[in-house]
């Protein structure tokens, strides 16, 4: 079965620090997401991603954060400079379509990234 | 805006037992999407369910069941003759039918199944 898969599954990084966390989402797929979860918090939207652009961001996805897909299947999220409360597990999703063309919400999550930030 | 509230952290039930899961959301929306979501020990956010919000019929899919009741915005599971491998988090999400690629999740209930 097609999974999404992401690396590392666990980075510790100095406070200021430059961190980027890969994924490969499903090779058909065409929506990528960035999702991220504080310990034992709920799990919160960052962004969104089609078409090589951003479709929807949050609050939270401030300057400090950026994503690209640098070629045909590698998806990633960028943290300039990493705060303490970045810390957190990072999951990227993707999906078909959005209901407009696919299974609306039937995102595949990733494993995770936990991001430690010192 | 849009919210998603699961009154209950966490949940012991004894194996066999049925179990619910609560979930209440507002939304602003006329039109929207409701999810569950399913987060095992190992991590990752499974899917198990979308309902549409013009779509009010239960459905169920083995030990499992969603009642969704747009009159008191809820839209609970339930776990019949639960197993230890259900003890999980999980979540409920609600998305805006026309932006259905931001959802927004509720803070998760963790479910432990006792042998």
Known sequence: ?118 | AQKVTQAQTEISVVEKEDVTLDCVYETRDTTYYLFWYKQPPSGELVFLIRRNSFDEQNEISGRYSWNFQKSTSSFNFTITASQVVDSAVYFCALSDFNRDDKIIFGKGTRLHILP
């Open chain 1, 1 to 118: 079965e097609p999974e999404v898969t992401q690396t590392p599954s666990h980075q510790v990084t100095q406070m200021g620090q430059e961190v980027i966390l890969h994924c490969v989402p499903i090779s058909n797929h065409l929506y990528f997401y960035w999702y991220r979860q504080i310990l034992g918090q709920k799990v919160e939207f960052l962004v969104s991603f089609y078409n090589n652009e951003i479709s929807e961001k949050s609050e939270i996805f401030d300057d400090q954060f950026s994503v690209e897909r640098p070629d045909g299947s590698n998806f990633t999220l960028k943290i300039r400079s990493t705060k303490l409360e970045d810390s957190a597990m990072y999951f990227c999703a993707s999906s078909e379509g959005t209901g407009r063309g696919g299974r609306p919400g039937e995102l595949f999550f990733g494993e995770g990234s936990r991001l430690t930030v010192l």
